[in-house]
């Protein structure tokens, strides 16, 4: 296999490369563990033997309120529904974590550790801004890595209709940009700018 670029998910295959999950470090509490089929490079199904947990953690406060009169107060924590799986590719370690959240809300969070991507660098060594020298002829390459999720989530069918509240200044005269409620009719209504005093792409 030739690799034209680093595509560890497309190219590697993130799901050939899931490794088998070990309690309690990878998944703690009530753990229920999974096996997941996957295929093999030529299309066949293959079973990869406990990558996938499920469990429930702690997240923090779910809400709380504080009578300021008689001074009660009433909270509750928040647990989280957490279904993961860890695909190691070369020098990591990816960990994928898809939270589910009391309040319907949905994350997906994910993590890498392990040991820095190097090169091999021939003559006097390297010194310059595209990589760190962590040995005389070895060097740790400057790199991002980006993420990217589409959810398709389709709850209780297809009549959905994806929205986004924004608070924005008021107006007296009409415009989109005061529109409290956007509805988005196509996928890319929902771009967002991260530009301060402009809320949503047209
Ligand atoms: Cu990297």
């Known amino acids: 296999m030739i690799y034209l670029q680093a595509f560890d998910v497309g190219e590697y295959g993130l799901g050939f ?3 088998e999950l070990r309690s309690p470090e990878d998944c703690r509490g009530s753990v229920y ?3 997941m089929v996957n295929h093999d490079m030529n299309g066949k199904p293959s079973i990869l033997k406990n990558t996938l947990c499920i469990f429930e953690e702690d997240s923090g406060m779910l809400w709380r309120k504080m009578d300021p ?3 009660r107060v009433v909270s509750a924590r928040s647990q989280r529904l957490v279904i993961t799986f860890i695909a190691t590719l070369s020098n990591y370690d990816y960990q994928f974590k898809w939270l ?3 309040d319907a809300s949905i994350k997906v969070e994910v993590g890498l550790s392990g ?3 190097q090169n091999l660098f021939g003559g006097d060594g390297y010194q310059g801004p595209h990589a760190t020298k962590i040995l005389p ?4 390459q400057n790199h991002q890595h ?3 999720a589409r959810l398709d989530t389709e709850i209780d069918g297809n009549k959905n209709t994806a929205s986004a509240v924004d608070v924005v200044a008021d107006s007296s005269t009409y415009h989109i940009h005061n529109t409290l409620i956007l509805i988005f009719l196509w996928e890319t209504n929902a771009c967002a700018s991260c530009l301060p005093f402009i809320p949503f792409l047209e």
């Open 33 to 35: 563990s999974m096996d």
């Open 100 to 102: 589910f959240y009391q």
């Open 137 to 140: 002829n070895v060097v740790a």
């Open 115 to 117: 040991i820095v991507s």
């Open 17 to 19: 490369s899931a490794s």
């Open 69 to 71: 009169i008689t001074q």
């Open 146 to 148: 980006f993420f990217v």
